[in-house]
């Protein structure tokens, strides 16, 4: 193996089957002998990088891997390692050249025993960074005076004395500092041409990836087996303190967005420029829908001379928002580079898992999983979304029937709460259930991942959320349910269809944004205390030790993960009902503004 495979080797590789071992070296009668004599004993086995530690590299590992879950086996060998100290020093050695490995290694070994966790920390210099940026050959923001192109990082080139330095490439100056200038003013530090976003995308490439200067972490299979917890990057608390303090500027009015594509990444900026873009045009659409709520109290009904210009209005608004919309999309992603962005293989999901095999693309050692056992898992998926659907137009079903049945005594107003209440808690049993569904299905990428979490969410909650509505809109009147005949309150279903409405908004306005504020603190406050009472019922059983209090890493990781998607399906929900049905509720775009309000809030409360 030549120096540069010695670099791009993994320093201990992930678990393959000893058959890998009988393909590789099927002409060698001798080592193929040897193999079988292992395969009388072990079913597997470990690669590790061939350099001058590989052997103690691999017998250290061993030994951790099989005291690892085996109690026995550690007490044994902890208290035989207890003298090996003193051993050692009888045969010869200085104590000052064995002991302060001794002491690490006792430590670790007492770590595996006592079953806490180890936080590991990683990092990487700018010198590091930027030769990674340079060899997969990462984009960069050139500076303004150079149109803020985006251009492949390339490193500064000295030249060649013998040349007289002709040759010399001088490129550092062209790239876009993102440095603070009142603290570090025109003098920025040498990563400062990257972002946070950069600097936390290089170094996860760093962690997983089996290229040249890179670790070659499995972190997907360390996932799955439980070896690896949580696999998070840390928060910059002054950044995020800085775009708290302008958060209208930076997140409402959408002026300062390049704080928040800068820290979280264009996916999360361009959720929050929409919602600014969203929030905006609401503005008129607010102000006419008052003014026809008034004529509407008035008037006594919805269904008035204003519900067609309203009608006509909004048929303007919708068509004119989503043009715009476009046009804005466009323009930023244009700014920001993502505008003809060539096709690229998408990085693997650190959730994936799945078996070693030779990529017959790269030729390196990946993760493999077939498509043949992820068709029965996408089945049962799609079934279990059938079910679910047919179960909820059976609820729906009963719901009206029931409402009919009791339309006196304000039943009918009971039963539009329950109906809200019911959508509500079947949007978040369906979320968690669409999310348990598709990591079943153990796709590779993140692009695969969304796409078959968005087809499942977006299927069930539009007809979860928007069949009642259709139903009173279109259905009911003159209609016969159960063998039932169905009537409107006044034989006006727009008035039915408004009050409908109304308290679907009104329900999500209060209840599922009390959730939305209350849930992460919630699960985050309730992991603490597991973990406290998993601290005190273990092998600490001395009364006088306390638990410290949790370091900010380990706060951040009690903490949900954050999902765009959940939240743009949201909005996208909040937008329908302002479109579809303002007619029958004008004052509909009033609380629309309020809840993409109190959305933002909520999000920075949760960050």
């Not at 009142?182 to 997983?208: M, S």
């Not at 715009?324 to 003809?340: D, E």
């Not at 409107?488 to 408004?498: A, H, K, P, R, T």
Request: net charge negative; glycine share 6%.
């Amino acid at each position: 193996m030549d120096q540069a495979e010695v670099q791009r080797a993994q320093l201990v590789g992930p678990l393959a089957p000893l058959s890998e071992l009988e393909a590789e070296y099927a002409e060698n009668p001798a080592f193929l002998a040897k193999v079988k004599s292992l395969e009388e004993r072990f079913s597997s086995f470990r690669r590790t990088s061939p350099d001058g530690n590989c052997f103690y590299r691999a017998y250290l590992f061993g030994i951790f891997e099989q005291l690892v879950g085996n109690k026995e086996r550690h007490a044994a060998f902890a208290s035989h390692l207890k003298g090996a100290l003193d051993f050692c020093i009888g045969a010869g050695y200085e104590k000052v050249a064995i002991e302060d490995f001794y002491e690490e290694f006792m430590a670790s070994i007492e770590r595996l025993g006592d079953g806490s966790t180890a936080e590991v920390r990683i990092a990487a210099d700018p010198q590091h960074l930027r030769q990674v940026a340079e060899m997969i050959r990462y984009q960069l923001e050139l500076k303004p005076q150079y149109l803020s192109a985006f251009a492949d990082y390339k490193n500064d080139y000295a030249g060649r004395r013998d040349m007289n330095y002709r040759d010399r490439c001088v490129v550092s100056h062209l790239y876009e500092t993102h440095a603070d200038k009142e603290k570090e003013g025109d003098y920025p530090q040498k990563d400062a041409i990257f972002r946070t976003v950069d600097r936390l995308r290089l170094i996860d490439h760093i962690v997983r990836s089996g290229d040249r200067s890179c670790a070659g972490i499995d972190v997907g299979q360390l996932l799955h087996d439980g070896d690896l917890i949580h696999y998070f990057p840390l928060h910059e608390q002054g950044k995020l303190q800085d775009m708290d303090k302008d958060w209208f500027k930076t997140f409402v009015i959408g002026r300062n967005i390049y704080k928040v594509r800068d820290y979280f990444g264009e996916r999360i900026a361009l959720y929050f420029l929409f919602m600014s873009h969203f929030i905006k045009w609401m503005v008129i659409p607010t102000l006419v829908g008052c003014f026809c709520c008034v004529l509407d109290l008035f008037m006594g009904t919805p269904n008035n001379w204003t519900a067609m210009f309203l009608c006509i209005g909004v048929g303007l608004f919708s068509t004119t928002f989503t043009h715009f919309w476009r046009r804005k999309s466009n323009l930023y992603a244009l700014k920001w580079g993502t505008f003809s962005m060539k096709k690229k293989p998408e990085p693997t999901r650190p959730e994936f898992y799945g078996v070693s095999r030779i990529n017959p693309i790269t030729s390196r050692v990946d993760r493999f999983y077939p498509w043949s056992e992820r068709i029965w898992k996408v089945l049962f998926s799609y079934s279990v979304i059938t079910v679910s659907l047919i179960a909820l137009f059976f609820v729906v079903g009963i719901l009206m029937v029931l409402r009919h049945i009791f339309h006196k005594n304000n039943g009918r107003i009971t039963f539009q709460v329950i109906n809200a209440l019911i959508v509500e808690l079947l949007n978040t049993l369906f979320t968690s259930l669409a999310n348990w569904l598709t990591d079943r299905e153990n796709h590779r990428s993140y692009s695969e991942h969304a796409n078959h979490l968005l087809a499942k969410m977006v299927v069930f909650k539009f007809i979860n959320c928007y069949v009642s509505l259709y139903y009173i809109a279109f259905l009911k009147e003159h209609s016969y349910l159960f063998g039932m005949p169905m009537t409107c309150v006044n034989d006006d279903c727009l008035n039915d269809l408004g009050s409908q409405l109304a308290i679907f908004m009104i329900m999500r306005l209060t209840v599922q944004n009390m959730i939305e504020l209350g849930a992460p603190y919630a699960v985050m406050y309730y992991r603490e205390y597991t973990e406290g009472n998993t601290f005190k019922t273990s092998l600490f059983t001395n009364p006088m030790t306390i638990m410290p209090d949790l370091s900010s890493p380990e706060k951040q990781s009690k903490k949900e993960d954050y999902d765009v998607y959940q939240d743009m399906d949201e909005v996208l929900i909040l937008y329908g009902y302002t479109v579809l049905f303002v007619v029958a509720c004008p004052w509909i775009p009033l609380i629309t503004m309020i809840s993409l309000v109190l959305e933002f809030d909520a999000q920075l409360f949760s960050a």
